[in-house]
Structure formats: structure tokens, C-alpha cells
């Protein structure tokens, strides 16, 4: 057996510094979090009312620290700090995190490449219950939570379980099952959704924004509330990072290299769907962000999720903050269609890359 | 540093046992009447024509098929009482072929074969590491690290998935036809590591095999199964009587030449016909 | 992936502004208005407190107030006493007012128009982008709003103590995030004609310009009593005011704020049906009208064009010609530019007013919509 070695073919030389990053995680988690902090610099500190560094540093000193380092700001520039932009840098990066975890793990377990948080139909959920919310002529305010979230993140959830419910019948293998309920359902609650537009007569504006997604409503109260929920969840799937790792190779791979398939899927599913809920209820669906992060992560460090979930939370976080930066400074259009021309040219170089590897 | 088999000279009970295993998938039944006992160390290749229920076998000696009927033991627990990670233990399992939908290295997908020993949060340790380069090596596939496992050719991809099982480092090893996809002489390369990991390590090794070639000159007992029962468990000798061949391969005896000792060439047969 | 749904075509009040509008003539209005007034303060000889509805401060001289019409009366100092104040808006929300505002936001066109007709022009500091300008005036205040949205950090910026929005307008977030920052915001939600004069009166006391603000209500609602008086005999034509045809017919709801003006204006308003924001054509042709009112003259809707459209040709309107463009900046904004709207819906739906209301109707000249 000595000699089969060259018989099998030449090791595939490693491309200089994407080697290097590969095999230097720690440098990327580092690198991460400097992105991260650079984002939130610059998030708080640009806007369309110009705040001179300095001060905004002093403010940010002062409130958050506690510290007198000098300076005077008006109380204006001091609002517009502490109760617009942080909150909403901070929120941005919420999501931006969630999102990109969910898309890691629903990626992972459906082992679609294709697979976004949106694909088991917490979209259309989401929107259906977002656009019931606008309609109804009730104003519920639950910690300053309106009825348009708190509907949309319950529509999350049940669409989701729904799905989930109705893909345990029938003959089709579990994933292929999900995926095509998913699509059966999502169209369903679309359709509803073209329904309640259609009937939602003057308030169709406010779907409509609720459908591009934003960050314009921010606020601290928001951010304390679904920031555990997103945090706590991630920290979840981290842990099940080994269970995540076992699917690549297929269910019935994973049951034999010791996970207890059932389970987990379900584990993992409601989790990330628990993310993307509490995340769509304070963003509206903000697309591409849970498609593309985790497959540019995992271009650079493989598949191994140990890796590819940790890194995708600090690439989402500074990704969605930079993007709704810049649609901030870019005159206040969506950050959804950022987010969708940074994405969609980088998913359209990802398909020219791929290979054909998925046959069966 | 090689697998090391767990209670291999304590105990003397079978490692693997099934007796009276009925099992179905929804209607359909696939596995009837079958009493199996396999003592540790043992090498048994399991053969049969297509759709006899062979690999249905190997789903339930792994647990990923309740039967409906009778009693499964691995390693003396009865596999509906352990759990997926102590089946994993005890089990490694070469599946027949499987997609991968991100690129993965070969030496990722070998990893995976350190599941479950690995540490659940930390990953892999220095010895989960030189296990997979352990493995690596002992499959010979050195050649290949670095290298996108899903550009592989099936062949390699077989022996990428066989070295992840060696990884595994488990007492038994359950093969669902490795050889499928191999060239002749990998094919040989395959059974004689197997031989190696039987004999050196002591694994138990449990192989679907469709070539009744290579199956009777590597593995001292064969298990022959069609239409879900067991019709014939022994040597190859009298496993492989002419009648038997004649009745559940529906093929005339003379395409299989039996080995009459070592240096015998080797024929495939493409035996493995409905009737 | 995202569903990103097209939304349908927009409803009535919604239409998102196109570039290229005509220009308008805004000499032209101004004598109207100035008219008008002066037969309201004509026909009114005995009210003591006459004064005429301010023209916008900053006025130029284009404009010859009849002779007996006082000049625009500069804002009358307020007592101090009227505030701290606490004011109920549109939406049932208490705004606690805790001086008199100096530093206005208006987030909606009609109430900057509001604002400068009631003398507050000089206290506006930031306004939402119009693309009709008007009045003239407010042309150097600076833009806080686009309707790609609010930018709440600059009207933070600006320290504005008092911001005017509109239920229907102004995105809820905004209002949400202004409120956070501890600006009040006053939000408006006019249904009605009567609504919009109430609107009038609570942005006045909002500000501290109560009575100019009953003043202008007070001519506002003088000019529409006589648009009523002129048309009281009057048959009342079966009339289609058209919001917008290009793909479905979008014309008024039941109910809806351009119903109540035709109403007003004395046509029998044909309406969609509740729940539906367009009109099929078979209802329309069902319907008959005998009038129909281009409200998207302006967007490049022509008579000819309608006469030509496929299964209009048997609507009465049609046969007789009588199909009118109008302005429908005027005849839909909540402010005080409405009574020049009424009066311009009136004439459209009977001609034959024009002669009673001098100059004509303000049609602007259809051109094709630039693209």
C-alpha cells in the first residue's frame, strides 16, 4: 500500500493568504471583532447631521462609562448618539448576527447551499402577521413592542411550525420534504399576504416598508428585549456546533456517527427559527444576509461549524451595521436593497465557483 | 496509534446478535426470521441478490431500523436501549455513497469519523488529529489531502469514507458494498486492509458485498440472505454450493470459480442477478 | 429568499410624485384667492372682526388685495398665559406643549401651507420636500423629509420643539423615533372637509396662532357655504373623479375625503366599492357617468386620451365631452388652498360656475409624464 499514494493524485497546493487565514482562526475571530468595533465607531459617529468625533466619543464616554472627558456637545448631538444611532447600530448588529446564524445552521441542516433563514416559510410569516398588524384597527403597545411586531414574530413561528408539522407526513425524506412544505406553505402565506395588501387600502405603505425592512424604529427597550433571545439561541447552536458538523454527510451519516438525528433537527430548526423571528420582528426581512454570509465564511475557513458559526455572527453583525450605514448616509433608502447589491453580485460570483459536487 | 478494541478478550459473548429480527419499512417487509450471532473478531460478509434485504441488515444491526420483531444486541446491550453516541462507539458504519453540499476536505471528512470522541466544544483533540492522519495513512490516501472531497472520483470517495469509519476507531465495522466504485486493484487494496484491521486490531468486520469473488477469498464465513431470511450462514465452501448459487442467483454455477487456495486469480462474476 | 412583493398601485392621496409637473401659476391663484375673499368680505359687511384670511407673510407684491382688505397682518404676539398646553391630536394621543413653539417642523405639504397662512412661515424651521412649492415662501426652508422618509436626526439637529404630521403620510417610525427624542408631534388625519378645518384650528393653538387660525377657517368655511349656495339648485350630475387609470381605475372610496368634495362641489360622486381600491370597468360603464374629473391631468392624462380608451366611448361623459382636468394638489390637500380646490371641482362638474367664480379654474396644462 506504500505505493498508492502517487497513484491517487497530487495534494492541491493551498493559494497563499486564504491558506493563511484558513489556518489562522484565532486571526479571523480577532479580525472580526475589530470589524466589528470599527463599524460601531463609524455607526455612531456618521449620519446626516455631522457630530464632530470628538464629541461623539465624550458622549459615548460619558453615558456609557461614565467618564467627564471634557468637551461640551449640545443636548441634540447627544440624543442623536445615544437614543438614534446606538440603538440602532446595536440593533443592526443584532440581527445582522442572528441572521447569519440562522443561515449557517438552516444551511447545515437542510444541506442546501441555497437555504436562507427565510426558507421554511418564517418570511411569509412573518409578513402575513406583520400586514394583519397594520390592518386591524387595534393599537396594542407591549413594551413598546406595537401589534405589527408582536404579530409578525408570532407569524414566524407558527408558519414554521406549520411547516414543520405538515412535512412529517408522507413518503419524502425528511429534508426534501421540509424544503417543498416550506415553498407550498411560504406561497400560501403569500398569497394571504397579497390579500391583506390588497385590502389594507391607505396603511399599504407601512407593509410595504415592513417588507423592505429597516432599522428606522430602533430602540433600547427593543434591543433589550430580542437581543437575549438572539444571543441566547446563538450560543445554543454554538454549543451543537459537533451536531451541525455531523449532518454534512446526510442523516442516516450523522445517525452513524453518533447524533441522534431526530432530535436535534428539531432542536436546531426551533432555534434558528427562534432567531430569525425575534429578528424579523424588529427588522422587517432583510434578505441576503443569511444566504451569503455563512458560504463567504466558509469559502475562507471550510465547513467545520465550529468555525463557520462564530465567525458568521461577527461578519453578519458588521455587515448588516455597515450596510444600514450606508443606506443611512445614502439618503435613507431601505437597507434591504444594500444588502441586496452587496449580495447579489456576491452570490452570483459563489455560483460561478461552485462546483458540481451535489449528485447523489 | 491503532484502534484498540474495546473488551475484545473479555468477553466471549457475540459482539453483534439478532435473533428472530423482523423488520419493514412501512408495509413492505424486508427482514424475516433472522437469527445472526457474530463473535468478536469475526470476519463475515454478508451476500445476497438485489433487494434480499442486505443492506435493510446492516440499518438494523446499526439501529437506524427498529425491527418489528425480535431482539438486537451490539457489543451485549440491546441497541434500543443505547443511545446514538454509545452506538457510535461501538459501531462505524461505511455508507455506500454520500452528497456533500459545501466543499469539505478529505481530511475534514475523515475528521468527522472523530465524532464521537471528540470533545463536544472544543473539537478535536491532538489525539482525535493523529487518528485521522493515522487513518489517512492506513487507507492510503495521503495522496489526496488538501483536495475537495466532492472532486474526488467515486473511487476515491469510497476510500475517503472508509477512512473516516477507520477513524472511528470502533470495535465493529459495518461496510454497506465498499467496493463499488474501486478498480480491481483497490479492490483488493480494500479487503486486505480490512483483513489488516481484523487480524492487527481485532475489529469485527461486517461487509455487504456483491462480488461472491472477493467475498469468498477474504472472509472466512459467509451469510447468505435473499428474499429477507437467512438461507445459508457458514464457510464459503458450503455457502457457495453449486445447487445454492443455482436457486437464489438464478446463474449457472460455473460463472463463479471458488478459490482453491492463495495466487488463485480473482473474478468479479457480476453474480449478483435478480431471478 | 425575501419575498419581495410588488405592492399594488397606489390608492388615493398616495401617489408618489412624479417630476415634472407643469408650472403653475401662482400669481394666478393668488388673485383667486384674493377674489374670493374679497366677495366673502363683501357679502359678510356686518362681521365685526373681518379681518381677512392672512396671505403668506412674505407675499410679493404680484398679489393687489381688494381695496377692502387690510395688508397680511403680522403674527399677533400670544399671551404667554395660553401655554403650557396640552393638545389631544388626530390620533388620540396627548401632546404637552410646554412653551409656544419657535422652532416648526412640517412634515406633510398641507401644513406647511398651514403654517405660512396662519403666520407662522417666520417660526418654520424645517419642512417635507413638495414638489408643487408652494406657498413661494417656504421655498428657503430647509428639507427634513422626503417621502423615501423622515430624517429624524436633522429635525433633532434643528432642536424643533413642535413637528406636524399626517396619519397617512408620515411614516409611523418616524413619529415613534421624534417622540423617543422628546420632540411632541402633532399628528393630523383629516377624513373630511370639516376634518381639515378642525386640523386647521389644532395646528393654530398648537402654535399660539389660535385665532388666526379661526380666521382662516372662518373665510375657509364662508367659501365653501358659497360653493353649497351656488350649487343648491343645481342637478347633480353622476361624476367620476379619476385618481389614476394607467393600469386599473383608481377613482374616490365610499366615504373617502374626495367623495365628501364632490358631494360639496354638487355631483353624485360615483365611488368603488368598500374594500376595493380600484373600480372594474364593467362598473364604471354600469355606473355611467356623465362627468368625469381628471385628477391626473397632471401626470399626462388628456381629454383626447380618455375619449379614446377602449369601452369608455359609451359613459355619457364621454359622448358629451364632459371630461374636465383638474388640479388635484388643490382639490386634496387638507389646507388652506381647499376652498380654491371646491371651487375648482365645482366648476369642472358645472361649467356654467365659472362665470360666478372670477378667472376660471386653475388647469394646468397636460404634458406627458417625463420618464
Partial sequence: ?360 | MTPQAIGHDAIPAPILELSGVEAAYRERVVLRGIDLAVAAGERVAVIGPNGAGKSSLLRVVAGTLRPRAGRVSLAGEPVERLDRMAIARRLAVVPQAVALPFAARVEEVVGLGRLPHEDPFRGQRPSDRAAVAAAIERVGIGGLLGRDARELSLGERQLVLLAMAVAQAAPVLALDEPTVHLDLRHQVDTMELLGDLNERDGTTILAVLHDLGLAAHFFPRLVLIADGRIVADGSPEDVLADDRIRDVFGVDPGFVHRPAGPGRSIVGGGAALLR | MSPFLTPRPIGEGFRVPRTGHPARSRAGRLVILGATIALIAGACSGAATATPVAIPSDATASVAPPASATPAPTPTPIPAATFPLTLTDDEGTAIDLKAMPHKIVSLTPAATEILFAIGAGDRTVGKVDDPSKYPPAADSVPVVATYLGVDVEKIVALGADLVVADHGITPPDAIVQLRRANVPVLVVDAKNVAGVLDDITLVGDAIGAGPAARDLTASMQAGFDQVAAATQGLAKPRTFYEIDATKEIYGPRKDSFIEGMIALAGGTPITADPGASSIPLEKLVTADPEVIVLGDAAYGTTVDGVKKRPGWGVMAAVKTGAIRPADDVVITRPGPRLVEGLIALAIAIHPELAGQFPAGSPVPSPTPVAS
Avoid at chain 1, 123 to 140: F, Y
Avoid at chain 1, 157 to 181: E, H, K, N
Avoid at chain 1, 186 to 215: D, E, K, V, W
Avoid at chain 1, 345 to 353: D, G
Wanted: proline fraction near 4%; hydrophobic fraction near 55%; glycine fraction near 12%.
Fill in chain 1, 1 to 360: 500500500m506504500a505505493t498508492r499514494s502517487e497513484t491517487l493524485g497530487m495534494p492541491r497546493a493551498g493559494t497563499g493568504w486564504l491558506e493563511g487565514a484558513r489556518s489562522r482562526p484565532g486571526a479571523l475571530v480577532v479580525g472580526g471583532l475589530v470589524a466589528l468595533v470599527v463599524v460601531l465607531v463609524l455607526g455612531v459617529g456618521l449620519g446626516s447631521v455631522t457630530i464632530a468625533p470628538a464629541d461623539t466619543l465624550a458622549i459615548l464616554a460619558h453615558r456609557l462609562l461614565g467618564l467627564e472627558v471634557g468637551g461640551t456637545w449640545t443636548p441634540a448631538a447627544e440624543t442623536i448618539v445615544m437614543e438614534l444611532r446606538l440603538p440602532r447600530v446595536l440593533s443592526a448588529m443584532a440581527v445582522g448576527l442572528g441572521l447569519a446564524v440562522a443561515g449557517a445552521t438552516y444551511q447545515g441542516l437542510l444541506r442546501n447551499p441555497l437555504a436562507d433563514p427565510y426558507v421554511l416559510g418564517t418570511a411569509s410569516g412573518a409578513a402575513l402577521g406583520a400586514a394583519i398588524g397594520v390592518i386591524l384597527p387595534i393599537r396594542i403597545v407591549l413594551l413598546e413592542f406595537g401589534l405589527v411586531q408582536i404579530l409578525a414574530f408570532v407569524g414566524a413561528l407558527l408558519a414554521v411550525t406549520a411547516v414543520y408539522r405538515f412535512s412529517r407526513t408522507g413518503a419524502l425524506a425528511p429534508l426534501t420534504s421540509l424544503l417543498l412544505t416550506g415553498y407550498a406553505v411560504g406561497s400560501l402565506l403569500a398569497a394571504g399576504l397579497a390579500m391583506t395588501m390588497y385590502l389594507s387600502g391607505a396603511n399599504l405603505r407601512q407593509i410595504f416598508f415592513y417588507l423592505l425592512g429597516g432599522f428606522e424604529g430602533s430602540s433600547w427597550l427593543q434591543l433589550g428585549l430580542t437581543t437575549p433571545i438572539i444571543l441566547i439561541a446563538t450560543a445554543a447552536i454554538l454549543v451543537r456546533a459537533r451536531t451541525l458538523n455531523g449532518f454534512l454527510l446526510g442523516e442516516e451519516a450523522a445517525a452513524h456517527l453518533g447524533i441522534d438525528v431526530r432530535r436535534e433537527r428539531v432542536i436546531l430548526l426551533g432555534l434558528a427559527s427562534l432567531i430569525t423571528a425575534a429578528a424579523v420582528s424588529i427588522s422587517g426581512l432583510i434578505g441576503f444576509v443569511g444566504l451569503v454570509v455563512p458560504h463567504v465564511v466558509r469559502l475562507v475557513v471550510g465547513p467545520n461549524a465550529r468555525r463557520v458559526l462564530p465567525l458568521s455572527a461577527l461578519i453578519g453583525a458588521s455587515l448588516l451595521a455597515a450596510a444600514d450605514l450606508v443606506a443611512r448616509l445614502a439618503g435613507g433608502i431601505p437597507v434591504g436593497v444594500v444588502t441586496a447589491i452587496i449580495g447579489a453580485p456576491f452570490f452570483l460570483i459563489l455560483l460561478r465557483r461552485a462546483r458540481t459536487g451535489y449528485e447523489l
